[in-house]
C-alpha cells in the first residue's frame, strides 16, 4: 500500500517534471505533444523525456546505494556522498574528462577505488570491519578527494572549468537520449541491490547473529558494497554528484517501508527525490537552468533532519 | 555427544585467546561457562557456534566439523545469541523471531507455513504471543530478552549457545528468564555464559572455568563452583556454602 502511494507520487512528479520549464503544458497540451514526436512534441521528446529518465535513473541509483551502504555499515550517515565514495568517483571522472577517456569509466574506477580504500582502513582483526570508524575516514577520504578534483578543474580551460563546476553540484541540463542510454546499462546492476533487502535485514542484526543465521558476511558485504559503489558512481557518470539523494533516500524509504531497510522503497524515494528537485528547478528559476543538485540539497537537508528526528522519537 | 573441543587454539588480530582447549560436553542440559573478563569466554562461545577459524584443532558438533560445514548447514545445527543485541527500532517481535527462520527460508522466498509454525511455537514458548505485533523497543527488559530467545528457538537448532543472556536484567526477571532456560535445558542442549555464580549453581547441569585462555575445570556445580576451583579461575577466595536442596551458594570472599 505504501510502495503504491510512492510509486504514484513518482507518476504525478514524472508528469509535473514533463509539464514543467520555460513553457508549461496543461495536461491536454502535455498529451498532444507525447502524441506527436516529430511535430509539436519534439521539446517534449527531445529535451524533458530524457531529462526525466536520466534524473529518475540516477535517483534511483544514489537512493539503493545509499540504503546499501547505510545498512552494510549500521549507520544512517554513511551513505555513499558521506563516505567519499561519490567524491572518488567524481574525482575519477573528471580525471577521465581530463584525459579523454570514457566518464563512466573514471568514476566507476573512482568508486571502486574508493570502496577498496575503506575497505582496507577499517578492517578491524577482531571484528571483520569496525563500522563506526567508516564514516569518519570516509568523511577524510571525500575532502582529500574533493581537493584533488578541484585542483584538477583549476588546470582546466575556462570554458571546461565551469562546466566542471556546475557538473559537481549535479545537473541534468546535459541530459539526452545518449545518457538515457547509458542510463539502462546501470539496471543489471541495481538488481542484486533490490534483491538484498533480505540480507540488509540480517546484518542490522549484528555480525555475529547474521553469521550465526548462516550469512557469509564478509563476502555479502565486500560484494554488496562494491556492487553499491558501482551504481553510485555509474548514477555520478550520469548527472553529476548530486548531494543528499543518497543520504536521504535510505532514511525516508525505511519510514516509508515501516522502519525496515527496504531497497524498492529506497530506490522509488531516490528517483522521487531527483525528480521534485528538478521540476523546483525548473519552475522556480526557469530562465537560471541552475543545477538540480542545489535543490536536491535544498529539500534534502530538512527532509533529513525531519527523518532522523522522527526516527529518534520511536 | 554435541561438542568435542580438541586442543582448540584461536588467535584474534594475532593474539593468541584460547590455548588447547580439550573437553567434551554431553548432550542435552544446560552448560555454563564463568571465568573473569578477558577469560575468553566469549571467544569460546564464537568458536563453539563455527564463527571464528581455529588456529589449531578443532570443534565437533555431533561428531562433524564445524569448520567443515557450509554456514547454512552450520546455522541449522547450532544456534547463538551475541551479548547485547539491539533489535533495529520499530521492528516488530514477530519480524524478530521471524530472522531465526533465516537458514531454513529458500533465498528470495517468503516464509512458507513450516516457518509460521515455527515462529508461533517459538512465541508460544517464549510467552510473548500477545505481544507479538509490539515493537521490541517498546518492550521492558526481561520481555525483550524473552523476544531474542524466541528468535533463536525459531532457529530450532538442537544447540543453543547464548552470551550472558541474563545481563542487565532485575531479579525477578531473572528468575522467570531462569525458567525459560531450565526448560529449554530439557529438550536441547544449552551452553551460556554467566556471571552470577550462585545463578549458575542452580541452572546449570555442569559448569566449565577459564581463566585467560585455558581450562581450569569443568564438572557438576558441586564441584566447580568450590572454593579451590573458584581461587584458580578468579584469582580470589570465595566462601561457599550449600543451601538444603544440595546446591552451592557462592560469594567472593570478605564481601
Known sequence: MRFLGLLLLLLVLAVLSLSAGRVWLGPIALFDALMDPEGAGRMIWNLRLPRLLVGMIAGAGFGLAGLTFQTLLRNPLASPDVIGVTQVAAFGAVAALFLGAPVVLGAWAGGLAAVAVLGWLAAHPRHGIETRAVVLQGLALAIFAAAGTEALILRMGDSSAGMAMTWLSGTLNAAGWAEVRRGIWLAPLLIPLLLAGRVLDRLELGDDLARALGLRVGLLRAGLGLIAALVAAGSVALCGPMGFVALAAGPVGRLVAGGRPSPLAAMLTGAAFVTLADVLARALAPAALLPTGLYTALIGAPVLILTVRRMARR | ?255
Open chain 2, 1 to 255: 555427544m554435541p561438542f568435542e573441543i580438541r586442543d582448540l587454539s584461536i588467535h584474534l588480530g594475532g593474539m593468541p585467546v584460547l590455548h588447547g582447549l580439550d573437553f567434551t560436553l554431553p548432550a542435552g542440559g544446560i552448560t555454563g561457562i564463568i571465568g573473569a573478563n578477558g577469560s575468553g569466554k566469549t571467544t569460546m562461545l564464537r568458536a563453539m557456534a563455527g564463527l571464528l577459524p581455529p588456529e589449531r584443532g578443532l570443534v565437533r558438533h555431533q561428531g562433524q566439523d564445524i569448520a567443515a560445514l557450509p554456514p547454512r548447514a552450520r546455522a541449522r545445527r547450532i544456534a547463538m545469541l551475541p551479548q547485547s543485541a539491539a533489535a533495529p527500532p520499530g521492528l516488530t517481535v514477530r519480524q524478530l523471531v521471524a530472522r531465526g527462520r533465516t537458514p531454513w527460508m529458500r533465498p528470495f522466498l517468503p516464509m512458507g507455513p513450516t516457518d509460521r509454525a515455527a515462529v508461533d511455537r517459538a512465541l508460544q514458548a517464549v510467552g510473548l504471543v500477545d505481544l507479538a505485533a509490539r515493537p521490541v523497543d517498546s518492550l521492558s527488559g526481561g520481555q525483550r530478552q524473552r523476544a531474542w530467545i524466541a528468535l533463536v528457538l525459531a532457529q530450532e537448532c538442537d544447540t543453543i549457545l547464548l552470551d550472558e543472556p541474563l545481563n542487565f536484567l532485575d531479579l525477578p526477571h531473572q528468575a522467570e528468564l531462569v525458567g525459560l532456560l531450565r526448560q529449554l535445558g530439557e529438550t536441547r542442549s544449552v551452553v551460556m555464559i554467566l556471571h552470577d555464580l550462585t545463578i549458575a549453581a542452580r541452572v546449570c547441569d555442569q559448569v566449565l572455568a577459564l581463566r585467560e585462555g585455558r581450562l581450569v575445570a569443568i564438572g557438576p556445580p558441586g564441584t566447580v563452583l568450590s572454593p579451590e576451583p573458584l581461587r584458580e579461575t578468579f584469582g580470589i577466595g570465595f566462601d561457599c556454602t550449600t543451601l538444603p536442596d544440595g546446591k552451592p551458594v557462592v560469594l567472593p570472599a570478605g564481601l
